[in-house]
């Protein structure tokens, strides 16, 4: 640590010890207290383990999401702590102070976790240790991105910035040292490995955005339209996102994902020395990205824009999805369009186009499924990339076998969201339907409280099992009953959270049901629709 960043620890160190007016700088409480139980709970990974609902990271999602479940569990047998780093509604961290245990950061790879930007996805020749995945913001005010948010003040701590995974080794390292609580590490991190490529957007150079562009063009903003043109001639953005070279550019490697991988698990214990000892290491496998919510297929797209136009159909290119009652394993069946170009099509329907245009949308050339939608075959790429994934963490996990744990949540998510292992709380299913499933936010992405607790229960389970714990599961039907994000009156729509939004948030709050108990009330989108998407895309890009 240099003599600057020592200035700037004890700074912290002295700002995090609060005084009352008449107490001695010897009685000064101590800022690591809250760490002062039998176990503390840490989580390592991406937007599931933060706690993402509706592409939002604030305080009112966080105690709904799967760790903090976790944590509400094992409470009741354990003295446990998690420490969150909550955030704001402007995502901005309410108590900077305060040490998170929950280092989960949203859009987190298993390369941006140890700072670094993946070659692949930025057009370089080699990874590069990234500021824009470090915390390097010195003072609580001047905390300007999510890992500063976040992580704050593990680089202080560390003498430097600081990564997802040099924060995890700091804390590790420390609770050691300090013979603090014996930790329950649970590690989740690769489903951005392949989210690009499912979701449609993301990297550099160009930077992909599902938009059918040259369709709502004449809609947008002037000035906006105008900058999307400029930049797709000049090759910084393109609005062919599922093509297979765009899909391929966005995901990793298999080999390099699992000599990263190896990497994270080898640098935690050559900076933890007698890591397994005073820790229980979980390590999560992934589900299909391409089973979310957020990717929309035929039946989908009939359902939600039928209500605007009754004979609405997919074109007869656009290959069907599986129809109900057919085999479970024809869930791969069909062509999908994703959440954002979903919107957009509901838009030009809503406010004039008919159904030809929309369909324009998903028109193909010569049976080749264009730009704009993943195809059945695309879809199998990436899943087949996430069974590499998956082979590499467990031959990871075989390697180090009595030391760490494997809980299998990819097949098991997998089961559930294609309906190979019907799960259902009291009248409800879930499934990977976006609102109509039960599971996700309105962002399609990310669960919501009902689907956060599921996998909580899953996890809280393979602790116990491997613990020989008994902690009380998540009531899911409590939960459920108070979901903002269960379609409770059947009409596909679902009443969502009541907190102000904007940008791509704002988009999404735009769909949410008006009244939840009326199967005939819809949403009913704004006169101004085309600028306020204009704004998102800005803000999005």
Not at 175 to 193: E, M, P
């Amino acid at each position: 640590m240099n003599g600057k960043n020592l200035i700037i620890a004890a700074l912290y160190l002295y700002a995090a010890m609060p005084l009352t007016a008449a107490a001695a700088p010897q009685c000064r409480p101590d800022p690591f207290a809250a760490l002062d139980h039998d176990y503390v709970l840490i989580g390592l990974g991406d937007s599931l383990t933060q706690g993402t609902m509706d592409a939002a990271d604030n305080s009112l999602n966080t105690p709904h999401a799967y760790l903090q479940r976790v944590h509400d569990s094992l409470a009741a047998v354990l003295d446990i702590a998690l420490s969150q780093p909550l955030l704001d509604l402007e995502e901005k961290r309410i108590a900077p102070f305060d040490l998170p245990t929950n280092l989960g950061i949203d859009g987190s790879d298993v390369f941006t976790m140890d700072g670094l930007s993946y070659y692949k996805r930025t057009g370089s020749l080699s990874n590069r240790r990234s500021r824009r995945y470090l915390c390097n913001g010195l003072l609580p005010w001047r905390l300007r991105d999510r890992y500063d948010n976040t992580l704050y003040p593990y680089n202080l701590l560390c003498g430097g910035p600081a990564s997802q995974l040099d924060s995890a080794a700091w804390l590790l390292h420390f609770l050691q040292r300090r013979k603090a609580g014996r930790g329950i590490f649970i590690v989740w991190i690769g489903n951005n490995d392949s989210s690009s490529a499912a979701l449609g957007y993301g990297t550099h150079n160009p930077v992909f955005a599902p938009l059918p562009y040259s369709i709502i063009e004449s809609r947008l903003r002037p000035g906006i339209a105008a900058v999307l043109g400029w930049a797709q001639k000049g090759g910084l953005i393109s609005f062919e996102p599922y093509t297979p070279a765009s899909i391929e550019r966005n995901l990793t490697d298999a080999s390099d994902f699992a000599a990263q991988f190896e990497h994270v698990l080898s640098r935690l214990e050559t900076d933890v020395p007698g890591l397994y000892d005073r820790n229980d290491v979980f390590i999560c496998t992934l589900p299909y990205y391409s089973s979310v919510g957020y990717l929309f297929d035929s039946d989908d797209l009939e359902f939600y824009l039928g209500q605007l136009d009754p004979s609405y159909r997919v074109p007869p290119s656009f290959a069907r999805a599986a129809l109900p009652g057919e085999p479970v394993t024809d869930f791969t069946r069909g062509d999908r369009v994703n959440l954002i170009t979903f919107m957009c099509m509901y838009g030009l329907l809503a406010t004039g186009a008919d159904a030809a245009t929309v369909n324009r949308v998903l028109e193909t050339d010569g049976g080749q499924n264009d730009g704009l939608v993943l195809s059945e075959n695309e879809q199998a790429v990436i899943r087949s990339r996430i069974d590499e994934f998956n082979s590499a963490i467990r031959q990871a996990v075989q390697k180090r076998s009595g030391s760490i744990r494997l809980i299998e949540t990819g097949p098991w998510l997998n089961d559930i969201l294609t309906g190979a292992e019907p799960f259902q709380i009291d009248e409800k299913r879930l499934t990977r339907k976006w609102v109509r499933g039960s599971s996700f936010t309105l962002d399609g992405v990310h669960p919501g409280y009902t689907g956060q607790a599921v996998i909580a229960n899953k996890i809280t389970e393979s602790i116990n099992a491997a613990l020989g714990l008994a902690p009380p599961p998540a009531d899911l039907s409590a939960i459920m009953a108070a979901d903002p994000y269960i379609d409770h009156d059947g009409d596909g729509w679902a009443p969502g959270p009541t907190y102000a939004a904007s940008g791509m948030t704002g988009i999404l709050f735009l769909f949410r049901d008006p009244d939840d108990a009326d199967p005939e009330a819809m949403p009913a989108l704004p006169a101004d629709i085309w600028w306020l998407i204009s704004d998102a895309i800005l803000k999005l890009l």
